[in-house]
């Protein structure tokens, strides 16, 4: 077992909760597991403790060597001007939350200069290495760090969330703001399994006051912003059920964030095949072509990264995603980013078609002749080429655009690289046709 530990140090605490998640599935799916398995499993599960507290239990820690705020071993003490010392991070974010007093004494502080304390420093040095242990290292980044009191407040917002409506809503508007201003809240939701049922238990009623409504998803939207809650969000079939709900039924503000978290929880490969089947998408696009400002942008980002893999290019296609894109582009709304969402449906076969269908080809010669946008002239021209190398009855359009303006002549020659050979490429295609008679 000892061994097993080993060898899971320096593994990152996601990958050791996603270790864990497949081998407690695999264990309480199965009735002839292994022992090896289950071996596994505790040695994962004890390298997870290891991380959140490298103190053995049978290794009481001296009083002294804890910082007074985290209660934890210190891994960089220092002096405040009170005499009392801390651990840096700790204090530090104090002093920077514009506290001029001691945490302890409560004392004014007559300066806020941090004095290295190396007189403490060996000592804890001295006992880690005596019962083989290893020190943590300093916090990089004084916003990740998490106390005690952060605990407590989380927590104590948590407990109001299942009270009256009233107490509800403010709980929900405190954790909006706390979620968005403060990583270390964002830190911790990851440490409970009960932290989101909690947070989300109030969207179960019938009827949601509004602004509790978009405060809880704003909320969702701002704690997934963390790397190490979106697998677990995605995961999480009445988290993406409720954001789905805020898609459909939210104030605009509401269902415009609700795109947002959805997009960035997409940012996961696995979570995007989750979101897809999930029937996000066919909403998304329902946002899209509504109208709303606030929300287009958002819902467009979020189909975009969901059709980043294949399965779900089948289903954006299916949902009606061409006549919404072309409608908008049309009305020359957010052109270069639908376009982007464009060029990767126009690898589907049915995207292609209904594009024709649609009459695309005009507007995108259009896009080329008027845009100053190289990305967005790129992605109508390879557009445009997997259209004319599936139904040559388009190339006429396009003789006749080169006619008028030379549109693809003049791309073929001051466009991107890729943009040159897509544009040529075409342009090959119509010498090699001269006759575009067609005929039933």
Same mark, same amino acid.
């Given at each position: #077992?000892?061994?097993?530990?080993?060898?899971?140090?320096?593994?990152?605490?996601?990958?050791?909760?996603?270790?864990?998640?497949?081998?407690?599935?695999?264990?309480?799916?199965?009735?002839?597991?292994?022992?090896?398995?289950?071996?596994?499993?505790?040695?994962?599960?004890?390298?997870?403790?290891?991380?959140?507290?490298?103190?053995?239990?049978?290794?009481?820690? +001296?009083?002294?060597?804890?910082?007074?705020?985290?209660?934890?071993? #210190?891994?960089?003490?220092?002096?405040?001007?009170?005499?009392?010392?801390?651990?840096?991070?700790?204090?530090?974010?104090?002093?920077?939350?514009?506290?001029?007093?001691?945490?302890?004494?409560?004392?004014? %502080?007559?300066?806020?200069?941090?004095?290295?304390?190396?007189?403490?420093?060996?000592?804890?040095?001295?006992?880690?290495?005596?019962?083989?242990?290893?020190?943590?290292?300093?916090?990089?980044?004084?916003?990740?760090?998490?106390?005690?009191?952060?605990?407590?407040?989380?927590?104590?917002?948590?407990?109001? /969330?299942? !009270?009256?409506?009233?107490?509800?809503?403010?709980?929900?508007?405190?954790?909006?703001?706390?979620?968005?201003?403060?990583?270390?809240?964002?830190?911790?939701?990851?440490?409970?399994?009960?932290?989101?049922?909690?947070? /989300?238990?109030?969207?179960?009623?019938?009827?949601?006051?509004?602004?509790?409504?978009?405060? /809880?998803?704003?909320?969702? %939207?701002? %704690?997934?912003?963390?790397?190490?809650?979106?697998?677990?969000?995605?995961?999480?079939?009445?988290?993406?059920?409720?954001?789905?709900?805020?898609?459909?039924?939210?104030?605009?503000?509401?269902?415009?964030?609700?795109?947002?978290?959805?997009?960035?929880?997409?940012?996961?490969?696995?979570?995007?095949?989750?979101?897809?089947?999930?029937?996000?998408?066919?909403?998304?696009?329902? !946002?899209?072509?509504?109208?709303?400002?606030?929300? #287009?942008?958002?819902?467009?980002?979020?189909?975009?990264?969901?059709? %980043?893999?294949?399965?779900?290019?089948?289903?954006?296609?299916?949902?009606?995603?061409?006549?919404?894109?072309?409608?908008?582009?049309?009305?020359?709304?957010?052109?270069?980013?639908?376009?982007?969402?464009?060029?990767?449906?126009?690898?589907? +076969?049915?995207?292609?078609?209904?594009?024709?269908?649609?009459?695309?080809? +005009?507007?995108?010669?259009?896009?080329?002749?008027?845009?100053?946008?190289?990305?967005?002239?790129?992605?109508?021209?390879?557009?445009?080429?997997?259209?004319?190398?599936?139904?040559?009855?388009?190339?006429?359009?396009?003789?006749?655009?080169?006619?008028?303006?030379?549109?693809?002549?003049?791309?073929?020659?001051?466009?991107?690289?890729?943009?040159?050979?897509?544009?040529?490429?075409?342009?090959?295609? !119509?010498?090699?046709?001269?006759?575009?008679?067609?005929?039933?």
């Amino acid at each position: #077992m000892a061994k097993r530990e080993q060898r899971l140090r320096g593994v990152s605490a996601s990958e050791l909760k996603e270790k864990l998640r497949e081998l407690v599935k695999s264990i309480v799916d199965s009735d002839d597991y292994t022992l090896e398995a289950a071996d596994e499993a505790i040695a994962t599960l004890s390298s997870l403790k290891h991380l959140k507290s490298p103190i053995p239990d049978d290794f009481p820690l +001296p009083p002294q060597f804890r910082c007074p705020i985290s209660t934890q071993l #210190m891994s960089d003490p220092v002096i405040l001007s009170t005499g009392q010392t801390y651990d840096r991070p700790f204090i530090q974010r104090w002093l920077n939350e514009g506290h001029r007093t001691c945490p302890q004494t409560q004392q004014v %502080l007559s300066h806020t200069i941090l004095t290295p304390n190396y007189l403490v420093r060996d000592m804890i040095l001295l006992w880690c290495r005596d019962r083989g242990i290893d020190l943590p290292n300093p916090a990089k980044d004084l916003d990740e760090v998490v106390t005690n009191a952060d605990r407590n407040h989380l927590n104590s917002l948590l407990r109001k /969330l299942q !009270l009256s409506v009233p107490d509800q809503k403010e709980a929900a508007k405190e954790l909006r703001l706390l979620t968005k201003r403060m990583p270390s809240i964002r830190t911790l939701v990851g440490e409970s399994s009960d932290t989101i049922p909690l947070l /989300l238990s109030p969207l179960a009623a019938a009827s949601t006051d509004p602004d509790l409504h978009e405060d /809880l998803i704003t909320t969702v %939207l701002n %704690l997934s912003i963390h790397d190490d809650n979106k697998k677990s969000f995605a995961e999480d079939p009445a988290l993406i059920s409720l954001l789905i709900d805020a898609l459909k039924c939210g104030t605009i503000q509401t269902r415009s964030n609700a795109a947002a978290a959805i997009f960035t929880l997409s940012a996961i490969d696995s979570n995007k095949h989750i979101i897809g089947e999930s029937g996000a998408i066919k909403h998304l696009l329902e !946002l899209l072509d509504e109208g709303q400002p606030l929300a #287009m942008k958002d819902a467009a980002s979020a189909i975009f990264n969901l059709c %980043l893999v294949h399965e779900n290019k089948g289903r954006t296609v299916r949902d009606g995603a061409v006549r919404v894109i072309l409608n908008k582009m049309m009305d020359h709304i957010l052109v270069d980013e639908l376009l982007a969402i464009l060029a990767l449906l126009s690898s589907h +076969p049915k995207a292609v078609e209904e594009m024709g269908d649609f009459d695309a080809v +005009p507007l995108l010669l259009g896009v080329i002749r008027e845009s100053t946008s190289e990305r967005s002239k790129e992605n109508c021209v390879a557009i445009l080429y997997t259209i004319c190398f599936s139904d040559r009855t388009k190339l006429k359009e396009i003789r006749e655009e080169e006619k008028a303006n030379g549109t693809l002549t003049k791309l073929g020659k001051c466009g991107t690289s890729r943009a040159k050979r897509k544009a040529n490429g075409i342009l090959e295609r !119509l010498n090699r046709s001269p006759s575009l008679t067609h005929t039933a």
